[in-house]
RNA sequence: GCGCCUGUAGCUCAGCUGGAUAGAGCAGCGGCCUUCUAAGCCGCGGGCCGCAGGUUCGAACCCUGCCAGGCGCGCCA
């Protein structure tokens, strides 16, 4: 527990005992505590705490908010240490000002925990499996998956920094019509590459990369396969093609720093009879009908407008089948929580799968989507449309030699998931420091060079309780230790509602309010004593910068 | 037609789950480098929070109805 959250939960308990007392003095009457809150205002001069227990009382009183609100004050024990002064403001605030020095013990807590300052152990060590990106692995990742990448390796990690156990998962489609496809269209490649007439089907795939993955296929094999049998020769191209293309998806994803625990093969869920068990029990449980050929789930009993197709009228499973056993597997896997971060073109699909989930006994509860808006690329004020049929797309790996690591993953994940992402190509391509990255990146970077410079002129952090913290008076000192001290807040938030964009938020604030100290306050200064504060508040700025970078998977430079 | 998402400053977006005078970045204008990195700092201008109702002490946020844009509604995945 941090000193902020402390302090809330102290100042809140004091309330609520206050309340009860001026009930049982008769001067308010409640039946109930209602939820209040105690919040940080906005406007410093509120003091540093805020609560709304007043005026959430007010109604049940049958009092003005002001009166309960005097009615509570003059009850209230004032939780010592560290209250200055609490007054009742606007239309029945009660605002508590701490004392001036309230929120030095963070600094010691911060350097001593270091790595892991801002981390906590809210999850409780509770099993969660985030799959994210899951493309398909016939080409190459493009920008809608990069931003699943840079949103589910945040997520993943602001998981794992409040204590859940975490894997991440990417679920290889390797079975089914597109990899049908895919062998038709390497075949064609293939055929073509002899000089021999044969077409890319029209719902193929087009792109260039297949004749080259085919070149290579050729320089292993040659011409083995010309006049072999087309089934078999379409499953030596795919067998070829899938391994070059999933070992390129893992290299690109590494070279974004997204390492996956676990590639869950969509084959080895129909090879397991995985596929076939689900339809089973799904029919036992009542929820399977055959219309015109087909098997049918009934995806209506779970407020779904139509059933869904199971079965195909040929016998093959669907996608959605498949997927039903996949989910069943996580479940069976020992996953509390199950996250998947999908686009938005899947969102149909939510309500289905948690319906079949439900109707295999599972709480379709455990099973999270996030969903995110697609990614439009604009180039010269025009719309890019990408289309992995024409070849027609920018790659992850474009964009990473293009914009960098840090500043594509900063720039994914600093939108909301929700909103649609606009991406200028040509403003990422200016590599310009218009970029929000460089400015927090810029932050750490300054920092280091004040620590290197120290420690030529042989000046060292010093043991945080061995320095006078008192002398942190400066507005621009508080407001930074306070922005410190609010970093496991953050966290916690961020992991509670799957949002790493507030890391990014809370990135930026935190390097302003350190780039205004650094002009206000001269770290080396002529002082020895204030000097030493003064490190010491550098250093936990440092370390609470690196960490809140290190969750977004942006590097934090020592020099730039 | 039905469902999901979005609509906030000229542009791109935040707004901590209903709080006090709605905030950043970019763009514009004006200042600040002989001392720790000017990729920085300080200041100024800029808003019917899509529209209209409703809920309550209090609404950008919740409810209803419209309007606009995106996505989906396949025996594709």
């Known amino acids: 527990m941090n000193i902020i959250q402390e302090t809330k939960r102290r100042l809140a308990v004091a309330l609520g005992d206050a309340a009860a007392a001026a009930r049982a003095a008769g001067e308010i009457s409640f039946d109930e505590l209602p939820d209040f809150v105690i919040e940080a205002p906005r406007d410093k001069s509120h ?171 050729i320089a292993r094999y040659g011409d083995k396969y010309l006049d072999a049998d087309p089934t078999l020769r379409r499953e030596m191209l795919v067998r070829f093609a899938l391994e070059e293309k999933l070992a390129a998806i893992r290299q690109v994803l590494e070279d974004f720093g997204v390492v996956y625990d676990v590639w869950f093969s969509e084959q080895y869920l129909h090879d397991s009879g995985a596929v076939a068990r689900a339809i089973t029990d799904l029919e036992k449980n009542g929820y399977i009908y055959e219309k015109d050929g087909a098997l049918w789930f009934k995806a209506s009993d779970f407020g779904e407008e139509k059933d869904e197709v199971l079965v195909r009228k040929n016998g093959l499973p669907t996608y959605f089948a498949a997927d039903i056993a996949y989910h069943r597997n996580k479940f069976e896997r020992g996953f509390q929580r199950v996250i998947n971060i999908w686009g938005a073109d899947h969102h149909g699909h939510v309500a289905r799968l948690k319906g079949a989930l439900q109707a295999l006994g599972y709480d379709p509860g ?31 790996n ?18 909301k998931s929700d909103s649609h992402l606009e991406f200028d190509l040509d403003l990422a391509r200016s590599q310009s420091a218009d970029n ?48 410190v001290a609010s970093l496991p807040e953050t966290v916690a938030g961020a992991a509670l509602a799957l949002e790493p964009h507030r890391l990014t938020r809370f990135a930026h604030d935190l390097a302003s309010l350190f780039h205004s100290f650094y002009t206000t306050c001269r770290v080396l200064a002529d002082d020895p004593e204030l000097c030493q504060a003064r490190l010491v508040l550098v250093e936990a700025t440092r370390i609470t910068l690196r960490n809140v970078l290190y969750l977004l998977g942006v590097t934090a430079p020592e020099r730039m």
Request: charged residues 20%; negative net charge; aromatic residues 8%.
């Open 47 to 217: 003091g540093d705490f805020a609560a709304n227990l007043a005026m959430l009382l007010a109604k049940q009183a049958r009092q003005s908010p002001r009166n309960v609100a005097a009615a509570l004050v003059r009850h209230l024990e004032i939780p010592q240490p560290g209250v200055a002064r609490i007054e009742v403001a606007g239309p029945g605030f009660i605002n508590f000002t701490l004392d001036q020095s309230w929120l030095l013990p963070v600094l010691p807590a911060v350097l001593a925990e270091d790595e892991h300052y801002g981390w906590s152990n809210i999850g409780q060590g509770v099993k969660v499996q985030v799959e994210f990106v899951s493309a398909n692995p016939t080409g190459l990742l493009h920008m809608g998956n990069a931003r699943g990448a840079a949103l589910g390796d945040s997520i993943a990690n602001l998981l794992t920094a409040t204590g859940y156990e975490v894997c991440r998962e990417f679920y290889i489609n390797d079975a089914g019509n597109q990899i049908e496809n895919f062998g038709l269209s390497l075949e064609a490649r293939y055929l073509q590459a002899f000089g021999q007439e044969a077409e890319v089907p029209p719902d193929g795939y087009h792109g260039e990369d297949l004749v080259a993955t085919v070149r290579h296929f």
């Open 366 to 396: 455990r099973l999270e989507v996030v969903l995110m808006q697609l990614v439009r690329l604009y180039q010269g004020g025009e719309v890019l449309r990408m289309s992995k049929r024409t070849g027609h797309y920018v790659t992850l």
């Open 398 to 415: 474009e964009l990473i030699e293009e914009v960098g690591r840090d500043a594509a993953r900063y720039f994914f994940v600093m939108l």
């Open 436 to 483: 929000p990255v460089y400015y927090v990146q810029y932050a750490h970077a300054r920092i280091c060079s004040i620590l290197r410079l120290a420690k030529e002129r042989g000046l060292a952090v010093p043991p945080a309780r061995e320095a006078n913290l008192d002398l942190l008076r400066e507005p621009a000192e508080v407001e930074l230790i306070k922005q």
